[in-house]
């Protein structure tokens, strides 16, 4: 069994999920986490950092229509690949099998008989 992520609080060096009564002079009310809204939307969740903006059913309603059919709340990862480490960014590996998005491909304008060699 993996061991829980190391956490760093004031007055430790490093921990394993201690408590805040271990660490002394940490108190919780003194680092609070902040509070954002956030909403799930057809599995996906939204986090909004403007306390003012409209409800994101509201702002998504134009959209359920055409997105209902595909069930996604309903959708499962079939299958993972672990990278590993790699010594790439992630977008050089993207870019690297995507390549085809840089040009429309051979169309019947740009392929005219004129321009090809026998």
């Known amino acids: 069994m993996p061991l829980p992520p190391v956490v760093v609080r004031p007055g430790r060096t490093s921990g ?3 408590r805040d009564e271990e660490v002394t002079g940490f108190s919780r009310n003194d ?6 809204r956030h909403d799930v939307w057809k599995g996906f969740v939204f986090v909004n950092f403007d306390g003012h903006a409209e ?22 990862t079939v299958e993972q690949t672990d990278w ?21 491909g051979p169309t ?8 090809r060699r026998p």
């Not at 680092?31 to 954002?36: I, T």
């Not at 480490?85 to 099998?97: A, L, R, T």
């Open 31 to 36: 680092y609070p986490l902040r509070k954002f």
């Open 108 to 115: 019947a304008s740009r392929w005219n008989r004129s321009s």
């Open 84 to 104: 590993g480490v790699c010594d790439w960014d992630w977008k050089i590996m993207v870019d690297n099998f995507m390549e085809c998005y840089h040009h429309m």
């Open 16 to 18: 394993r999920g201690a």
């Open 55 to 76: 409800p994101l059913a509201t702002q998504m309603a134009g959209l359920d229509r055409l997105v209902d059919p595909y069930d996604l709340e309903n959708y499962q």
